[in-house]
């Protein structure tokens, strides 16, 4: 993922944070709650680890099957 550009997003909920990664490349999301207290670089190191796992269990994406067609 080191080629890869990722965005957060972090929203206020009250005394909590909610705190987006969205990988660039895929547009895969996840999405984390932490409390206020909790620095900025802890929030999005925890979603990064989260949107990394996702990615790896979603494994390499090969070629889409059309639907609607066939031989």
Not at 8 to 36: K, S, Y
Not at 51 to 64: T, V
């Amino acid at each position: 993922m080191t080629d890869r550009g990722v965005l957060f997003e972090f929203v206020q909920l009250g005394n909590q944070m909610r705190v987006a990664a969205i990988d660039e490349a895929t547009a895969i999301e996840v999405v984390v709650i932490a409390p206020l207290r909790a620095s900025r670089a802890d929030m999005q190191r925890l979603a990064l680890a989260k949107l990394r796992r996702k990615i790896e269990e979603k494994g390499p994406a090969g070629p889409q099957p059309q639907s609607g067609k066939y031989a």
